[in-house]
């Protein structure tokens, strides 16, 4: 079973410029989540897609906006970028466990940003 | 707001030493607490744990809930080069969709 593919796995942006990362969860996955990890923050969550729909969203400005697809991929966007975006992008597809109810994340292996 | 604190934030040792990681926890009601192994690319899936006083083990590695006390534990028996990693502390809460994550704890095993 395939796991979680983010692309691209590295990039070099320049300051104002703009970045879409793409994500494509299991198969079978129909939640996916992004993720900024940074050594000074840690990790810090940015959004959740369900079935095209942004079910619950994390504290990041407007800059940063994302999408699912009908066949769950997702995409994310940051617009007008800072020195500051410069992090690890991850992405994480789901599934609930039955018998307590609770999401288990599968993380993809990241969309290293880094902003010039 | 929900808060989850691991310690220690890093951690050095030597192969065939024992470690014991901690991961305590205040938030609006706990659904699940995740471990998760960081090496240099996407954190890996070790643990779920749910139900207090439940040990899960694989290999050298267990974890245990106390939900009372509301912290967690990772034991690493018999360490490893390949132990070193960032290890991360998860917690599920709400509606199990808000994710509230640790700073994590660096481990370093030295041979």
């Known amino acids: 079973k395939a796991g979680v593919t983010q692309t691209p796995r590295y990039l070099i942006k320049t300051r104002g410029q703009q970045v879409t990362l793409s994500c494509s969860p299991i198969?079978?996955?129909?939640?996916v989540s992004w993720y900024q990890q940074t050594p000074g923050q840690g990790l810090q969550f940015l959004f959740e897609y369900f079935s095209e729909t942004q079910r619950n969203k994390g504290n990041f400005p407007g800059r940063f906006s994302g999408r699912q697809f009908s066949n769950s991929r997702s995409e994310m966007n940051v617009s007008t970028l800072e020195l500051g975006d410069s992090a690890l992008y991850l992405c994480?597809?789901?599934?609930?466990?039955?018998?307590?109810?609770?999401?288990?994340?599968?993380f993809g292996a990241g969309s290293r940003l880094t902003v010039l | 707001e929900d808060k989850v604190v691991q310690s220690p934030l890093s951690l050095v040792v030597h192969e065939g030493d024992t470690v014991t990681l901690n991961c305590s926890y205040e938030v609006t009601n706990f659904r699940s607490l995740l471990w998760y192994k960081q090496e240099k690319k996407a954190p890996t899936f070790l643990f779920m744990l749910t139900s207090s006083g439940i040990e899960k083990k694989s290999g050298r590695l267990s974890s245990i809930l106390d939900k009372k006390e509301l912290f967690s534990i990772l034991n690493i028996t018999a360490t490893q080069t390949g132990d070193s990693a960032v290890y991360l502390c998860v917690i599920l809460s709400g509606s199990a969709r808000q994710l509230t994550f640790g700073s994590g704890t660096q481990l370093t095993v030295l041979p």
């Open positions: 198969s079978g996955h129909r939640s």
């Open positions: 994480a597809s789901s599934y609930r466990d039955l018998s307590s109810g609770a999401n288990v994340l599968t």
